[in-house]
């Protein structure tokens, strides 16, 4: 079968209903992932779990070492990667603990190590990143989706900042203007390295709040968390249904 993981962002720092934990701590060429890798059942079938803030969650998005968490993924024979993100919602559609499936990306973010073909340990290739979010998978997640009765966005354009702040207006107006339908912090370099190393890749947005200037006021922690929290709890329905499927 196969061997699927669940990385978890803010808000989703550990899998409720995995079974049979075990904890893996992995050292990779690039330094340590996040924290430890955590493989369980989930559903009957195999996953392996990882907090990409760390477990308590305290790495910067900025300080995540991405490679390091694909690459030890990829060491435990990990093929599919569903990646779980708190985003801001900027288009219309895109309102407070909804959830999207994006279908491209455009990353803004700076200063990250974002490639596997930079240091000689992997031959340079120009891998081809169409379509950012392995299509197959997302049609999987759409289908979970369909199945439990989530309603979902089925497309949209995820913007990656460097964050830890969120934006301002003037930033997120342009982020609109370039087509961005959803505003985080983490998708990228996550996507392209997983393509990198041949993972197929997908990810489920959840929108914590308004993007800056998209509501009257300022974005408060207190918002983002209630909303995460419902959103959520659609996540963990549709990866459980995403699972049973497989
Ligand atoms: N901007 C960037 N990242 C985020 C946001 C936001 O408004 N909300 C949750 N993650």
Redesign the pocket.
């Known amino acids: 079968m196969t061997k699927l993981a669940i990385i978890g962002g803010?808000g989703l720092t550990q899998l409720s209903n995995l079974n049979s934990l075990s904890h893996k701590q992995v050292e990779t060429p690039y330094g340590m992932p996040s924290a430890a890798f955590v493989t369980g059942e989930f559903n009957g079938k195999e996953v392996v779990f990882l907090a990409r803030h760390g477990n308590p969650h305290s790495i910067a998005p900025h300080k995540i070492n991405y490679r390091a968490n694909i690459w030890g993924l990829k060491q435990l024979g990990v093929e599919q990667i569903i990646a779980v993100?708190?985003?801001?919602g900027i288009t219309t559609a895109m309102q407070p603990a909804h959830i999207a499936i994006p279908d491209q990306v455009l990353d803004y973010s700076y200063g990250r190590e974002h490639t596997f073909f930079a240091d000689g340990k992997l031959p340079l290739t120009h891998v081809d990143f169409t379509w950012p979010y392995t299509p197959a998978l997302r049609q999987r997640l759409l289908a979970a989706a369909a199945q439990v009765g989530i309603s979902i966005t089925p497309t949209g354009t995820y913007g990656c900042?460097q964050?830890p702040r969120?934006?301002s207006i003037a930033e997120i107006k342009r982020m609109e203007q370039d087509g961005c339908d959803v505003?985080?912090?983490t998708g990228m370099p996550e996507a392209a390295l997983a393509r990198e190393l041949g993972i197929e890749y997908a990810a489920i947005a959840v929108?914590?709040?308004?993007?800056?200037g998209k509501s009257d006021g300022e974005?408060t922690m207190a918002e983002?968390e209630a909303n995460l929290h419902l959103g959520m709890a659609n996540t963990a329905t549709l990866l459980k249904a995403f699972i049973e499927l497989a």
């Open positions: 803010t993100a708190a985003v801001g900042t964050g969120l934006e505003v985080g912090m929108i914590a709040n308004w993007a800056a974005i983002i």
